[in-house]
């Protein structure tokens, strides 16, 4: 019924209330997108309600193989202290935990860049690290299948820590996950902009079941360049032969004075030069229940977390994509009390939005690409070496030195601890260096991290200071460890 209302005024639909009910209200509020509706909560729900000095403490991806709190313990206790007296300990589980000696499931066509995998004890042994709280939406989560998926799901869930971001369906897969804590309760709400194709979650229709996999936020990216360089793309549309183009597509870039080639999407921008840049939209269904999600989190919960996967507009780019600002600041306009962002697998700058923090990526925590193992046949071939020619560890070795993952960078960041007041008020951050070890003696020690030398630190703190500029946020230096005072 409640498509109904978009024919009448909003004056219209006030009238409508006396004759309606109150229930009916949210109904038409609803058909204005849902940002605009009359909530018929307490205004206080939008604050959060915790002891004084509740903490956050936030790192980015956990690629981690095998359990191994008990090195951190002798070799790391500084940084598993940070995790275990925080009241909130999140990070993001990037992979599959299974035992292959029991699993029946198996490595799928498709993977997010490898088909990661972590013995089965490693969700009891973050848990004894100090993490209760993880998002499990990303481009990993289905590399060993849908079976893979509720491996992981059921072993965290048996280590007592809370996850989202997947599920039987779209709906559970998008719905807040609440975790009860001595300080209050808190919600999660995860989603991902990269994903494989096969893993988007999808809700039933009719006799048509549901399809498990992960929260998915579907986007869609257009390159700006400049209006005669577009024009010059038209003409190599244009000129391909005949048939290879759909007529819909000439019909759709005529209408969107946009150009479609080879499947990307183009747009004319009078402000790239002789450049370009990326612009992505976000699939409206998506983000609206993303939205409604959050805000339904914070409403039954005392604190609120919001947290996206996203790779775009690519690994290497130390800056976010314009969407994710956009979903971020969203997220806390409906009640997040803290946004973190991962997967880039490199440091992003840090934003303070209304007093509260965001974290466009928090880079690695465990980064153990070389001691993943068994590989499969897959990654093999993709590299072009024949299985068997060397170990798996020779082998994720050579990758290392010759692949994507070389350089220093992707092996420094920082564990982010948010200090809050009463209501939820940010009373600051402070950024711990780390380093996974990039340099070790041994290849076997690569990605596990460790508190960073000064020197490292230090540069790893001034190029978060630089990244966090564009969003005017400053941070100070002090002791090996960066601040960032109130909601400043």
């Known amino acids: 019924m409640h ?33 605009t509706h009359k909530n018929p909560l307490s205004p206080s729900w939008t604050q959060a309600n915790v002891p004084k000095n509740f903490t956050l403490a936030a790192v980015g991806d956990l690629i981690i193989t095998e359990a191994i709190s008990s090195r951190m313990k ?42 990661l995998l972590s013995s089965p004890y490693v969700p009891a042994d973050l848990r004894a690290m100090g993490f209760n709280m993880v998002g499990r939406a990303n481009n990993h989560t289905t590399d060993w299948g849908v079976a893979g998926m509720r491996s992981t799901d059921k072993l965290l869930d048996e280590a007592g820590i809370v996850h989202a971001g997947t599920g039987q369906t779209l709906a559970q897969a998008r719905a807040p996950q609440i975790m009860s804590i001595p300080a209050g309760r808190v919600s999660l709400v995860a989603t991902a902009s990269r994903f494989e194709a096969n893993a988007r979650a999808i809700d039933p229709l009719g006799q048509i079941p549901g399809r498990p996999g992960v929260s998915a936020l579907r986007t869609t990216r257009y390159v700006l360049v400049s209006p005669q360089r577009l024009a010059q793309l038209a003409a190599i549309r244009d000129a391909q032969p005949p048939g290879s183009v759909r007529d819909t597509v000439f019909a759709a870039d005529a209408r969107t004075h946009t150009v479609t080639l080879f499947g990307t ?36 919960a005392d604190f609120a977390i919001a947290t996206m996967h996203t790779h775009e507009p690519g690994n290497y780019s130390a800056v976010p994509p314009d969407f994710m600002v956009q979903f971020a600041h969203e997220t806390i306009d409906n009640g997040a009390d803290a946004f973190i962002g991962h997967g880039p697998h490199q440091l992003r700058g840090i934003e303070i939005y209304k007093g509260k923090p965001i974290f466009y990526s928090l880079g690695n925590f465990f980064f153990m690409d070389n001691t993943w ?24 070795e050579t990758l290392r030195i010759e692949g994507v993952f070389k350089d220093s960078l992707w092996f420094e960041s920082v564990i982010a601890v948010s200090r809050y007041d009463e209501q939820g008020r940010l009373q600051e951050v402070r950024l711990h260096p780390i380093e996974l070890n990039w340099n070790g003696a041994r290849d076997a ?35 090996g460890v960066g601040i960032i005072r109130g909601g400043a």
Do not use: C
């Open 3 to 35: 498509h109904s209302y978009r024919i009448f005024s909003r004056a219209a639909r006030l009238a409508l209330v006396g004759l309606l009910g109150l229930s009916t209200w949210s109904a038409a509020m609803a058909a204005d997108g849902g940002e």
């Open 265 to 300: 999407k183009y747009r004319a921008s009078t402000q790239v030069g002789d450049g370009m840049e990326f612009s992505f939209t976000m699939d409206e269904r998506d983000r609206k229940e993303l939205i409604r999600n959050v805000r339904q989190g914070k409403q039954s």
């Open 74 to 115: 002798r070799t790391s206790p500084e940084l598993l202290k940070l995790l275990q007296s925080a009241d909130v300990s999140f990070g993001n589980f990037e992979g599959t935990a299974a035992d292959l000696r029991k699993f029946g499931g198996y490595p799928e066509a498709l993977s997010g860049g490898g088909w």
């Open 445 to 479: 020690d690569r990605g596990i991290p460790r508190t960073a030398p000064p020197a490292v630190a230090q540069r790893i703190l001034e190029r978060l200071q630089k990244l966090s500029q564009p969003f005017g946020t400053r941070i100070e230096i002090q002791g």
């Open 373 to 396: 193992q068994p590989i499969t046949r897959d990654e093999y071939e993709a590299a072009h070496v024949e299985p068997g020619s060397m170990t798996d560890a020779e082998f994720t």
